[in-house]
């Protein structure tokens, strides 16, 4: 179970970087399905902490709509870093060593990442380049909700996760099938 939450916690992470650990946090303030006091990792869970992450989603939010890009190699290691103590964390809670946590989350993170530049970013730019600038806006609002919805599940109904992990893998394959079907074709090209 802590696995399976791990599993989802780092891998919504990885889909929006700071949003999933503020619905962590919040769950495990209410000690729903998720608590991690009484471990190394109760900071996930303070008042401070979660000041932080609403101050990074006001920050990136307010970047967004400026229109400045923020590098997605930061959102990233972000995500990487902050799903590797995500995942600890949940394996704390129930009583595990939390070493293991920090490559799985890391990893986790990193699949969530990838699969969701696949997934939502090729939508995205398909609106901005039909000039569907408000579409292209729908697109990541739908991300965040569903980062959202999962980190909430993956605290609550813990199996939901390796459905998440096992459609993630599948946008990568598809997207790694299709950029080698591109490549393909300008071979015969030559």
Do not use: H, N
Not at 18 to 40: E, H, K, Q, Y
Not at 95 to 104: D, Q
Not at 158 to 180: D, K
Request: aromatic share 8%.
């Amino acid at each position: 179970m802590a696995i399976s939450t791990g599993v989802g916690v780092s891998l919504a992470t990885g889909v929006r970087t700071f949003l999933p650990p503020l619905a962590v946090g919040a769950l495990a303030r209410a000690d729903a399905g998720i608590d991690f006091s009484g471990t190394g990792y109760a900071f996930l869970e303070s008042v401070p902490w979660l000041a932080v992450l609403v101050l990074l989603i006001a920050l990136l939010t307010l970047a967004e709509r400026a229109r400045v890009v923020v590098p997605a190699l930061v959102l990233a290691a972000c995500a990487v870093a902050i799903g590797a103590l995500e995942f600890a964390g949940a394996l704390a809670d129930e009583g595990y060593a939390a070493g293991a946590g920090f490559p799985a989350g890391a990893a986790c993170a990193i699949v969530g990442f990838l699969a969701a530049r696949a997934f939502f970013g090729r939508a995205a730019a398909r609106a901005r380049t039909g000039g569907e600038e408000e579409a292209a806006s729908l697109v990541d609002l739908f991300a965040q909700g569903a980062a959202l919805m999962l980190a909430v599940l993956a605290v609550l109904v813990w199996p939901v996760s390796w459905i998440a992990v096992a459609f993630a893998l599948w946008v990568l394959a598809v997207q790694r099938r299709r950029s080698a079907q591109k490549y393909e074709g300008l071979r015969i090209l030559r």
